[in-house]
């Protein structure tokens, strides 16, 4: 089908470049929601558009051919289809709440304007990720959005803890970016310089050598793959993202639950014709996926800190999200996606209108008894928590079932590797209904066990409400778009960009269908109501006594598997020990010495006669020129 | 009308000049005298070159003079426009105190 030209898309993108860091306080905040808001309201006509119009239509800007010669073809070109369409309502969408939320929070800040600014110049990048045409466009935006997760991290720059933490972040995803930029390379390389997605997919279908040569496409893949592991925070890169819960709590729920942490999965499903060609490769997605679920919700258990086991959460539930889209079922990736923007973004919203109460108090062992002082913010947290857990009819239930279905049916060479998988998967979804419940009652539930933060804590400004209560509203009907069999709008509506490339899962009968639908709702309610048997009793009562039985597991989940000080051990201190060395040895002795120091000292030391006749006195000059002019006239 | 005066006489005088300006310029170290020095040099310099064109009768010797002279007159402005900015910056006009460039 040939691409429709579509005017509004570049202004989708641009309307959030707006912003500056030296503006006043309320027209920052005005200015800025109203460019997101308003990029949202493009966004839904252009979907609207898109919706009326022939099926799998796909509308392309071309704005600039940015690099155009014999070896490479890139232009700067935007492609608004099915799957960038649901990308851009939940950017634009969740950003548009979370602005207005923002400017509850934030009030006060002594860098408010500037606050906004990095945090439109996120929405900017995303939206270039979202809507590029080609791999560059979205890598530019990927290194964008990286950038701004820095800036957002450290915005509180004045404390060393948090610098330091988006730092972090930096640095672990540029080893993910590096493997992005190879994958992105080879392809350049196989595909005559062209990386656009529509060249890509004919490349991809044509069974040409290089594709038909399974080794090749399973590097790129497992390449590409790398870099959605650093941005989507999977094992092994997963542990800047529990770091970057040290920025603003908006930031977190935008950029760390809701939208960035997506352009992995996001990027997986739209190569997803790529991705098919390397079984072993979708594999290894599905089983990096299904590992980090259980093992992020092993960690989430333990912590003490509200944002940090929402951060644990959200690795998780990436996870799942990693061994959708592995199975072969990316409408399900996408979907998960989806309606985790919505309760996540909900959760850590929530989570940021308590800590504001409590004057910036995280832990859950100084908190408890708060659902009679902040009613807003304990109901949408409730719905949240039920909708992670995954209880019926609540949108998470949905999307989680989905993709454990799909895992467990998978069509794949490796049938038995699948079944781990949803085993991993199954686990991790009791984990998670538990440790949500325990987040829950320690938080909201018991008895306030520090009195005083208890007595000043009030509910949130009308505009966190506002935000908390259309994110949990969209967390409870979302699932409507999901429902199973004939009436998922959500795959349908995907069908014409990923539906050839999804992976039919095995033939089973009503039976077994319903039997999976059954466990998970039972795996969820067993999560849900031994979290409450556990904690009902606050932090020191049941719960202590199970943590000082099991004491050296204990420690270890609560030391979050130790996994940061060996990254300490083995990447850290090498790379410290190198840069020692480089200090002390190349950079003091090499070139401070000898490159600059001593032939410094011997032009120096050259310079010693010479510099007794320039001894600053205007009469000595005289005298040599009188001299001088005595023995001209002498010799001539 | 020849003078009785013969150049030589002229000469000399024009030589002394000279050489106390040069022996002033180099022996004593206030700027403000070292400029009156630099201007008796200058002064010799015209006694010769006007004794010359009287003797020779070539008039391009006065020419050369009054262009001496005008040098002069620019030379003492900006010269003691110096010395003032100097005097201001250092707080003495001691050429022997004022040895910035000493390597």
Not at chain 1, 38 to 54: E, H, P, Q
Not at chain 1, 541 to 552: E, F, L, M, W
Not at chain 1, 565 to 580: C, D, F
Request: with cysteine; aromatic share 12%; glycine share 10%.
């Amino acid at each position: 089908m040939e691409p429709k030209l579509f005017a509004a898309i570049p202004v989708i993108i641009l309307l959030p470049a707006i912003g500056g860091k030296r503006w006043g306080d309320r027209f920052a905040a005005v200015v800025t929601n109203a460019a997101v808001f308003s990029s949202f309201g493009v966004s839904l006509y252009a979907w609207w558009y898109l919706r009326n119009d022939v099926e799998g239509m796909v509308y392309l800007y071309k704005l600039y051919p940015f690099l155009k010669t014999d070896l490479l073809n890139i232009g700067l070109d935007f492609r608004f289809d099915r799957l960038s369409a649901v990308m851009c309502l939940v950017v634009t969408g969740v950003s548009s709440l979370i602005h207005l939320y923002s400017t509850g929070y934030m009030k006060g800040d002594r860098s408010y304007a500037r606050f906004f600014s990095h945090l439109n110049m996120f929405v900017f990048f995303m939206l270039l990720l979202v809507l590029g045409a080609n791999l560059v466009v979205m890598f530019a935006g990927w290194e964008g959005v990286g950038l701004s997760s820095y800036l957002l991290i450290g915005f509180w720059y004045e404390d060393m803890e948090k610098a330091v933490a988006g730092k972090k972040a930096f640095v672990v995803n540029r080893i993910g970016d590096f493997g992005f930029l190879l994958g992105m390379l080879m392809l350049l390389m196989y595909n005559h310089g062209s990386v656009d997605f529509f060249a890509l997919e004919r490349f991809a279908n044509s069974g040409m050598p290089p594709v038909a040569n399974e080794l090749n496409m399973t590097v790129i893949c497992l390449l590409l793959f790398l870099g959605a592991v650093g941005k989507s925070a999977q094992i092994p890169l997963y542990v800047w993202l529990p770091d970057a819960m040290a920025g603003p709590t908006p930031v977190s729920a935008l950029i760390h639950a809701a939208t960035m942490v997506t352009a992995g999965v996001y990027m997986v499903a739209r190569l997803s014709f790529l991705f098919v060609h390397a079984p072993i490769a979708m594999a290894v997605v599905a089983g990096v996926g299904a590992t980090t679920a259980l093992f992020a919700a092993t960690i989430g258990l333990a912590q003490t800190d509200i944002k940090k086991v929402l951060a644990y959460s959200t690795v998780s539930l990436f996870g799942y999200m990693f061994l959708a889209v592995g199975a072969g079922a990316f409408a399900s990736g996408m979907f998960h996606l989806t309606t985790h923007a919505f309760f996540k973004a909900c959760l850590f919203l929530g989570a940021g209108s308590v800590i504001h109460a409590l004057h910036h108090q995280q832990d859950i062992r100084r908190m408890g008894g708060l659902a009679r002082k902040m009613p807003v913010t304990h109901i949408t947290f409730l719905i949240s928590t039920l909708a992670i857990a995954g209880i019926p009819p609540l949108s998470g239930f949905f999307s989680k079932d989905e993709i454990l279905t799909s895992a467990f049916l998978a069509s794949t060479p490796f049938p038995t590797a699948f079944k781990v998988f949803w085993a991993f998967g199954a686990a991790g979804a009791f984990l998670t209904a538990f440790y949500m419940m325990r987040l829950y009652w320690l938080t909201f539930r018991g008895t306030p066990r520090d009195a005083h933060a208890h007595e000043h804590a009030h509910e949130s400004p009308w505009s966190m409400g506002t935000a908390l209560v259309l994110l949990a509203a969209a967390a409870t009907v979302a699932g409507v778009l999901g429902l199973p069999g004939e009436g998922h709008l959500f795959s349908k509506w995907l069908a014409p960009v990923v539906g050839k490339y999804t992976l039919e899962p095995h033939h089973a009968s009503h039976l077994l269908h319903w039997a999976l639908i059954g466990l998970s709702v039972a795996i969820g309610a067993a999560g849900l109501i031994a979290g409450w048997l556990i904690y009902r009793s606050g932090p020191d009562g049941v719960a202590a006594r199970i943590a000082a039985s099991t004491g050296p597991m204990y420690r270890l989940v609560a030391g979050k598997y130790f996994i940061d000080e060996l990254y300490g051990l083995i990447v850290v201190r090498p790379l410290k020990a190198v840069a020692a060395f480089s200090y002390k040895v190349v950079d003091k002795i090499f070139i401070d010495l000898l490159g600059v120091n001593v032939p410094a000292w011997a032009v120096k030391g050259i310079g010693v006669l010479p510099r007794m006749f320039h001894d600053g006195n205007l009469r000595t000059y005289m005298l040599a020129v009188v001299v001088g002019v005595l023995c001209l006239w002498v010799v001539l | 009308m020849m003078s009785a005066t013969p150049l030589s006489w002229y000469l000399l005088l024009s030589f002394a000049i000279f050489s106390i300006g040069l022996l002033g310029l180099l022996i004593r170290r206030n700027l403000v005298v070292m400029l009156m020095a630099m201007e008796l040099m200058l002064n010799g310099a015209n006694l010769a070159l006007v004794a010359y064109a009287r003797f020779r009768g070539d008039e391009a010797g006065q020419v050369m003079a009054f262009f001496v002279m005008a040098l002069a007159a620019a030379e003492a402005a900006i010269g003691l426009a110096l010395v003032l900015a100097i005097y201001k910056h250092f707080k003495t006009l001691d050429v022997d105190r004022i040895s910035r460039l000493n390597g």
